[in-house]
C-alpha cells in the first residue's frame, strides 16, 4: 500500500492516473477544493490533523508515502489542531517561514519518526521528467545561452530564498525572479509589448532541495504564459524536472518558436 499525500495542480493527476488500477494505494487529499473527494479510497484532512492523517497511514500499513502537488501555507491561527497537531504545529510553523515547500519538509521528517518513509514524486511516473537535450526544432542561439548564463548564475546565489526556482532573463539581465507567489505571477510581471520571441525562463531545483518533493514543474500553461511574456524558451535541469503533457507543450512550442532545453 502506498500513501499518496496530494496537494493541488495536475502532476497528482498523472500520478494517480498511472497507478489506479494496478496497485493499492490510498490518498490524502490536502487540496483547498479536496480535489479528490470522489476517489473512493480518498482521505480529505487538512494540515491540522497530523494524528489522522498519521492514524489513517498506519491502520493502513502505509510504510511509504509519495507527495505531490502544491500545499499552500494554511492560516495557523483557523486551524483545529487534534492532539498530534498541537504536539507539532509548533514546528511546522516555524518551518513556514521560509516557504510553502519548508512545510512538506517538515512533515517528511514527521512522517519519519514515525517510521514511514518518503519516496521520489517521480516513482512511478519516470516518464514525466525530461532529459538532457533540446526538444524543439527551435534552438537557443548565442544571445540566448547568454541569458541562460545570467539566470542561471543569480539563482545559484539565492541559497536564502527557498522559494526561487524560477529566474527570467532577457538581453543578458535578470528581470525577475520568482517570488512566494511563484511562476505564474512571475512571468506576468515580465510583459513587455516590445520584445517578443527574446528572453528565457530558467526553473531549477532550489539549493539543498529535497528531490523527492517540489521539482521545477512545468505544462501547457507555462509555456502559454511564456509566449505572453514575449519569452523566447524554457530551461529546466536534466532528470529534475516535472514537464507535463509533454506532447501539447512540444506543439505548442513549435508552433510558436519557442525552445524547451534542458542542461
Not at 498519521?54 to 502544491?70: Q, R, W
Not at 538532457?132 to 534552438?139: A, D, E, F, W
Not at 512571475?186 to 539543498?208: A, D, E, I, S, T
Amino acid at each position: 500500500m502506498i500513501g499518496l499525500i496530494f496537494g493541488e495542480t495536475d502532476f497528482p493527476k498523472q500520478i494517480l492516473k498511472k497507478i489506479k488500477n494496478k496497485r493499492r494505494y490510498l490518498i490524502i487529499d490536502l487540496s483547498k477544493n479536496k480535489i479528490f473527494k470522489k476517489d473512493r479510497f480518498s482521505h480529505s484532512v487538512s494540515l491540522g490533523q497530523f494524528g489522522r492523517i498519521i492514524k489513517i497511514l498506519k491502520e493502513n500499513n502505509c510504510k511509504k508515502v509519495l507527495f505531490a502537488g502544491k500545499v499552500k501555507k494554511p492560516k495557523f491561527s483557523k486551524l483545529r489542531l487534534d492532539l498530534k497537531a498541537v504536539y507539532y504545529m509548533p514546528r511546522i510553523i516555524k518551518s513556514s517561514k521560509l516557504g510553502d515547500v519548508a512545510i512538506l519538509k517538515e512533515i517528511i521528517n514527521i512522517l519519519r519518526k514515525e517510521k514511514i518513509k518518503t519516496i521520489s514524486s517521480l516513482a512511478f511516473n519516470p516518464e514525466l521528467t525530461l532529459k538532457k537535450g533540446n526538444y524543439t526544432t527551435t534552438k537557443p542561439n548565442r544571445v540566448d545561452k547568454l541569458d541562460i548564463k545570467k539566470a542561471i548564475k543569480t539563482l545559484n546565489l539565492l541559497g536564502k530564498y527557498t522559494f526561487s526556482q524560477g529566474a527570467v532573463a532577457r538581453n543578458k539581465k535578470v528581470i525577475a525572479i520568482e517570488d512566494k507567489d511563484g511562476t505564474k505571477k512571475m512571468l506576468k510581471r515580465c510583459k513587455n509589448k516590445r520584445f517578443k520571441n527574446q528572453g528565457v525562463l530558467v526553473k531549477l531545483p532550489k539549493k539543498k532541495q529535497d528531490l523527492r518533493i517540489d521539482l521545477p514543474t512545468v505544462g501547457l500553461q507555462t509555456l502559454k504564459q511564456c509566449k505572453s511574456a514575449g519569452l523566447k524558451g524554457i530551461v529546466l535541469k536534466s532528470r529534475q524536472n516535472v514537464f507535463l503533457e509533454r506532447k501539447k507543450c512540444i506543439s505548442f512550442a513549435n508552433k510558436n518558436k519557442i525552445f524547451v532545453f534542458v542542461k
